[in-house]
């Protein structure tokens, strides 16, 4: 059974300052992992999807890495504003044809301005 | 092209009520998802369900749960016989059949507060 974790739970940083948050996953079979950003009393934003064959995937000032074989992924943000606090989650999808999601329990972020 | 949509977003019921959230896939989508996240946990698997048909049920719980995804409207999940415990946020997510990598899209969820 996959088993995803995030750490840490909480994390608060001065503006300006670069974000690094963990993901880490038992089973290293995956198709992709994706990351999202929550907002308190909102959805689901997702932020970047990478598939198993890739290593890194980049969107703005946001870049994600993939390590299966260590079952790792990070999440960088750089230069954060307070704009960026929020909770990231990372949802990992085991094969291509299953459709069932495994999530890590988020790490939430203030940025203080 | 609207989103993915869910109703209400909030809903308060007591102990023993019933609950019913609903949930409109995004435009073209058939196939829905519905999760459920505690307090302080990540999201977990519920039900798949394609138009009129349940695909996988295994994350549902064995009682008082249910889901339906009728050829016509929304999809509904219905908690019968709420208790304090069935307090969460109940996400769905729904993908296009043509899609092969089942690239979910989320909704903003249902806050159900039991009291």
């Known amino acids: 059974k996959q088993e995803v974790t995030q750490i840490p739970a909480a994390l608060s940083v001065p503006e300006g300052e670069n974000l690094v948050l963990n993901c880490s996953f038992t089973d290293s079979a995956i198709y992709n992992l994706q990351w999202f950003r929550q907002d308190p009393g909102k959805g689901l934003t997702s932020l970047l999807l990478?598939?198993?064959?890739?290593r890194e995937q980049t969107s703005g000032r946001l870049n994600a890495s993939l390590d299966k074989s260590s079952g790792r992924s990070t999440l960088y943000i750089a230069a954060s504003q307070p704009g960026d606090s929020a909770t990231y989650l990372c949802?990992?999808?085991?094969?291509?044809?299953?459709?069932?999601?495994?999530f890590g329990a988020g790490t939430t972020v203030t940025v203080r301005a | 092209n609207a989103g993915v949509m869910q109703n209400p977003r909030h809903l308060v019921r007591r102990r023993g009520q019933e609950a019913r959230l609903r949930c409109s896939p995004m435009?073209?989508?058939?196939?829905v998802y519905w999760y459920r996240q505690l307090p302080e946990e990540g999201l977990k698997f519920m039900v798949y369900?394609?138009?009129?048909?349940?695909?996988?049920e295994s994350g549902m719980p064995k009682e008082r749960f249910s889901a339906e995804f009728p050829k016509e409207g929304p999809s509904i999940l219905r908690i019968q016989q709420v208790v304090r415990g069935d307090s969460a946020a109940y996400f769905c997510a729904s993908s296009s059949p043509g899609a092969e990598d089942y690239e979910q899209y989320f909704g903003p969820g249902t806050r159900l507060t039991v009291t």
């Open positions: 369900l394609q138009k009129e048909n349940i695909i996988d």
């Open positions: 990478i598939q198993s064959s890739q």
């Open positions: 435009k073209g989508h058939s196939h």
């Open positions: 949802a990992v999808r085991p094969r291509s044809s299953d459709y069932k999601l495994s």
